[in-house]
């Protein structure tokens, strides 16, 4: 029964948590962001910083 439940919840999440590559990441930032630099990176993960600047 829990074992089902298991190989349900993996067949659902399975579409949903697919990761993006740098460029899809970087690509993301559209949003009035205007630098986006990688300031982390150890084997698959990648930590980035976002600057917006504020208009005066």
Known sequence: MIAASFATASRCLRGVLTPFTSTQNVALSCGGIDLVEVVHRHLPF??????????A
């Open 46 to 55: 990648e930590g980035y910083l976002c600057i917006k600047e504020v208009a």
